[in-house]
């Protein structure tokens, strides 16, 4: 069973910057699958913040420009830079392998932005 573990949430000021790292056990799956971030604040639904497949890359336009999305796939790590926080970046950010007819997630990591 493919195991997604999270690290690197935490405090962090409003402009500041957090690296989110996601590492992935199975590392044929990594390889051959996409590989995503996804955010819940409280009280809000679950969105998507960024994919990465073997070389695209896309963003939600909330985060566009601040967040950056990059795996290493001698590490089946994928990452997470985000640049420049605000507040309403504060939720927990899941990592998500996509396996096309399902996806497994990651435990979670809290990420908080104080103004």
């Known amino acids: 069973q493919v195991q997604l573990v999270e690290s690197g949430g935490g405090l962090v000021q409003a402009g500041g910057s957090l690296r989110l790292s996601c590492t992935v056990s199975?590392?044929?799956?990594?390889?051959?699958?996409?590989m995503e971030w996804y955010r819940q604040a409280p009280g809000k639904q679950r969105e998507l913040v960024a994919t990465?497949?073997?070389?695209?890359?896309n963003y939600a336009d909330s985060v566009k420009d601040r967040f950056t999305i990059s795996r290493d796939s001698s590490k089946n790590t994928v990452y997470l830079e985000m640049n420049s926080l605000k507040p309403e970046d504060t939720a927990v950010y899941y990592c998500?392998?996509?396996?096309?007819?399902?996806?497994?997630w990651g435990q979670g990591t809290q990420v908080t932005v104080s103004s």
């Open positions: 199975d590392s044929i799956a990594f390889v051959n699958n996409v």
């Open positions: 998500s392998l996509d396996m096309k007819r399902y996806h497994v």
């Open positions: 990465i497949g073997s070389s695209i890359t």
